[in-house]
């Protein structure tokens, strides 16, 4: 039943109504960062929903600092916990951490990843909630990280179905993702957690929904690198491979495989190599 009644208040979304900024108090925190990055601390009555993590105030919609950071689409709406008899858990303080409706490998990657490691440039408390998006959270890599102590220790939590938080304050931080503030602590965080990497493994193509895409892979590979053989290619599919033998396998790969579409190659950033050579295919 939940489940329904959050279906049933997505389409709403359009004609809810829209904050105009006099419900939030916004405020630039002097953190000393990096050129692009920046911190705000947005105070009052704010509630952030479970379906696409968007911040209302004062039940109002209120657009974020950086929608891109979060993930562009945004998720579907639930706006079932703002109608009465819903239900708003408080807690302080929070940040959305992703929120994206794509809940696949290079998202997690590219976009979760390096916000989750730049958060001690912040300053922001060990304590601070960390809400991540329900799809995201059911997939593999993310289930994987959490149980091998990626995050630790700081909490990390799913966006619960029918539910939304109500805090006083929400941080809202924005980087540039390929920013080595933000890439050399997840690396130096993955090494020490999975490695240490061996070398000299053989070609690997990071494909999700393998069994459905395969042939199509195979085709483009043939197109793009007819000097090689793909059954020398090693197969790997997020979902069906352990997080850590993945990160293993990318490591020692002699080169990276993976659709330029999908983006799947953007787990080279967690261990880089000089030896290793990618190759984006177009299918």
Not at 83 to 100: F, K, M, S, T
Not at 181 to 187: K, R, S, T
Request: charged share 20%; proline share 12%; aromatic share 6%.
């Amino acid at each position: 039943m939940r489940e329904w009644r959050s279906l049933l208040t997505a389409p709403m979304l359009p004609f809810w109504p829209k904050a105009d900024g006099s419900e939030v108090g916004m405020t630039e925190q002097d953190d000393n960062l990096p050129e692009g990055w920046s911190h705000r601390r947005h105070t009052g009555d704010l509630v952030i929903e479970n379906g696409g993590g968007r911040v209302f105030a004062d039940l109002k919609r209120h657009a974020p600092a950086d929608p891109r950071q979060a993930g562009n689409p945004p998720g579907p709406a639930d706006l079932s916990p703002l109608l009465p008899g819903g239900r708003l858990i408080p807690r302080e303080p929070a940040l959305v951490l992703y929120a994206g409706a794509e809940a696949s490998l290079a998202r997690f990657c590219d976009t979760l990843l390096p916000r989750f490691f730049s958060l001690d440039r912040f300053g922001l408390p060990p304590a601070t909630l960390l809400m991540t998006s329900l799809r995201m959270g059911r997939t593999r890599p993310f289930q994987d990280a959490i149980s091998d102590g990626l995050f630790r220790p700081r909490p990390v939590e799913l966006f619960r179905p029918a539910t939304a938080i109500r805090v006083k304050q929400l941080d809202d931080i924005v980087i540039p993702l390929d920013s080595p503030d933000a890439l050399g602590p997840m690396q130096a965080k993955v090494a020490s957690l999975y490695g240490p990497f061996a070398a000299g493994g053989p070609p690997v193509l990071v494909l999700e929904r393998s069994a459905h895409r395969l042939p199509a892979a195979t085709a483009a590979f043939e197109r793009t690198a007819p000097g090689f053989r793909f059954g020398e290619v090693t197969v790997l599919d997020p979902a069906l491979l352990p997080f850590n033998r993945l990160v293993k396998a990318v490591a020692a790969a002699s080169m990276l495989l993976a659709p330029r579409e999908t983006g799947e190659a953007a787990i080279r950033s967690l261990v880089p190599s000089p030896d290793r050579q990618t190759l984006l295919l177009d299918l």
